[in-house]
């Protein structure tokens, strides 16, 4: 069984920096496309940047310049470095890694992790 666990979250003031971090644990062969995605109260989960197994980034308009994904392949692990935070940036931020391996293959999701963005 794969899982997956954020950290980082938290409460930080407009303009504020914070860094989210992710890591992938079980019977892993290999990941492939890792992504942080987020859902605001009320709102559907969207999209927020997503890195290629070849290092490939990809963002969500409303972060570009303020937000930067990286991903350590040998901790089989994803980071989202977040500055400049706004108000609507606040949601629950959520990993997701396409893991491949002897006993699954396919998505995994973390349990989220609040990101409240607020003076």
């Known amino acids: 069984q794969v899982q997956v666990v954020e950290s980082g979250g938290g409460l930080v003031q407009p303009g504020g920096s914070l860094r989210l971090s992710c890591a992938a644990s079980?019977?892993?062969?290999?990941?492939?496309?890792m992504g942080w995605y987020r859902q605001a109260p009320g709102k559907q989960r969207e999209l927020v940047a997503t890195?290629?197994?070849?290092?490939?980034?990809n963002y969500v308009d409303s972060v570009k310049g303020r937000f930067t994904i990286s991903r350590d392949d040998a901790k089989n692990a994803v980071s989202l470095q977040m500055i400049s935070l706004k108000p609507e940036d606040t949601a629950v931020y959520y990993c997701?890694?396409?893991?491949?391996?002897?006993?699954?293959?396919?998505?995994?999701w973390g349990q989220g992790t609040q990101v409240t963005v607020s003076s």
């Open positions: 997701n890694m396409y893991a491949y391996g002897p006993e699954y293959t396919g998505d995994v």
């Open positions: 890195i290629s197994s070849g290092g490939v980034t």
């Open positions: 079980g019977s892993i062969t290999a990941i492939y496309a």
